[in-house]
């Protein structure tokens, strides 16, 4: 509740070179840049946490405005003008066009998401089958060291001259085997995933810059290219004959 919504532009960022459009395509993500009126208002929210907050600029006087310009991700590879943008209470940087957003929640709810949670359940028995197969090879591997420190004590207990070096230092093989297993893994992969939950987070929430209007450079041109002819969707730009 509380979201406050403007009017603003999005840039599409066109991926130029052969090696940027190869990694656009391999990272599925293709990025814009938002720009709306910075929301004053956001700071000092309604009350009534349910209401929605609507924010629009004249367009001729717009000299002592500061507008926000972030990076976004995008499914709509155009510029488009005069689009509504959702901004979170109390976040004057986290503004995302309603059309992404709306176009984000219906992502999850398709037939393809569908299927997908199917197939993430037959990721997830594939992990699990690999953590008993790693845990199993690591406890067969302290079994056999038990077993090979049993057999220099027998032939040490016969008489026979042992190096300390036929031993395996068994407690110090236990104690790295739970250190990495209690430990170590659980640090490395949730640390990780939290680092880059955190990493992402900001950027979606935080991230971005204030600026005049003078100073803002990612403006839609005015002049329509031909890659956004086909779009006729919420403010793209269309040709029509």
């Known amino acids: 509740g509380g979201v406050t919504q403007v009017i603003g532009d999005v840039y599409y960022e066109h991926p130029i070179g052969c090696c940027a459009k190869t990694c656009n395509k391999m990272h ?3 990025i814009a840049y938002v720009t709306y009126p910075y929301p004053y208002a956001c700071e000092h929210s309604s009350s009534n946490p349910n209401t929605t907050t609507t924010i629009t600029t004249n367009g001729d006087d717009t000299s002592n405005s500061m507008m926000v310009q972030k990076k976004i991700r995008t499914y709509h590879e155009y510029h488009r003008e005069k689009v509504a943008v ?3 209470p109390n976040k004057p940087l986290s503004g995302q066009p309603l059309a992404d957003v709306e176009r ?3 992502s999850y709810q398709s037939e393809y998401a569908v299927r997908n949670s199917s197939r993430m359940n037959q990721v997830l028995i594939v ?4 953590i008993i197969f790693c845990t199993s090879g690591a406890l067969y591997i302290l079994k056999q060291m038990d077993a090979a420190n049993d057999a220099v ?3 040490a207990n016969r008489g026979w001259d042992v190096n300390e070096e036929d031993e395996e230092d068994l407690d110090a093989a236990w104690r790295n085997f739970w250190l990495a297993t209690c430990i170590g893994i659980p640090l490395i992969a949730g640390g990780g995933n939290l680092l880059r939950w955190i990493l992402y ?3 979606v929430v935080d991230s971005g810059s204030v600026l005049p209007v003078s100073m803002v450079t990612k403006v ?3 002049a329509i290219q031909p890659e ?3 779009c006729d969707e919420e403010g793209g730009f269309t040709l029509f004959t």
């Open 86 to 88: 959702l901004i979170l």
């Open 28 to 30: 599925r993500t293709d």
């Open 127 to 130: 992990c699990i089958l690999w």
């Open 153 to 155: 004590n027998d032939v």
């Open 201 to 203: 987070k900001r950027w």
């Open 228 to 230: 956004e002819l086909h």
């Open 104 to 106: 984000d929640v219906l």
């Open 220 to 222: 839609p041109p005015k």
